[in-house]
C-alpha cells in the first residue's frame, strides 16, 4: 500500500511560519511530480505548489512569493515552507504524488490552522 506520510501542521500565529514534510518510497519519489493541496473549511481542494522531477517549481497566486516547496531526493521528502501565514491560508493541507497515468496518490492530510 502507497504511504505518503505528512508532517508538520498545527498552529500559528498570523504572520508566522510553519514546514510541511510529506516522505514516501524511493520507488514513487524518484518519478513523481510531486504536490501540495488545500482545502479550506466549506471549499473545494484547491492546488498549492509542485515540483515535478525536472524543470522548475510551480505556485498558485495565492502563495507565490510567501511558500516554498522543495524535493530532498536522499530523504524521498517534498517539503512546503509556508511564510507570512494568515488566517486564510487555514486549511487542511495534502500531500500528492503523480506520475502521468501511472499514479496519483494522496497523503491522509495536515491541518494548519493560521490564528488572527
Known amino acids: 500500500q502507497v504511504q505518503l506520510v505528512e508532517s508538520g501542521g498545527g498552529l500559528v500565529q498570523a504572520g508566522g511560519s510553519l514546514r510541511l514534510s510529506c516522505a514516501t518510497s524511493s520507488t514513487i519519489f524518484s518519478i513523481s511530480a510531486m504536490g501540495w493541496y488545500r482545502q479550506a473549511p466549506g471549499k473545494q481542494r484547491e492546488w498549492v505548489a509542485t515540483s515535478p522531477t525536472g524543470g522548475r517549481t510551480n505556485y498558485a497566486d495565492s502563495v507565490k512569493g510567501r511558500f516554498t516547496i522543495s524535493r530532498d531526493n536522499r530523504k524521498n521528502t517534498v517539503y512546503l515552507q509556508m511564510n507570512s501565514l494568515n488566517p486564510e491560508d487555514t486549511a487542511v493541507y495534502y500531500c500528492?504524488?503523480?506520475?502521468?497515468?501511472?499514479?496519483?496518490?494522496w497523503g491522509k492530510g495536515s491541518l494548519v490552522t493560521v490564528s488572527s
Open positions: 500528492n504524488a503523480k506520475s502521468g497515468t501511472l499514479w496519483d496518490y
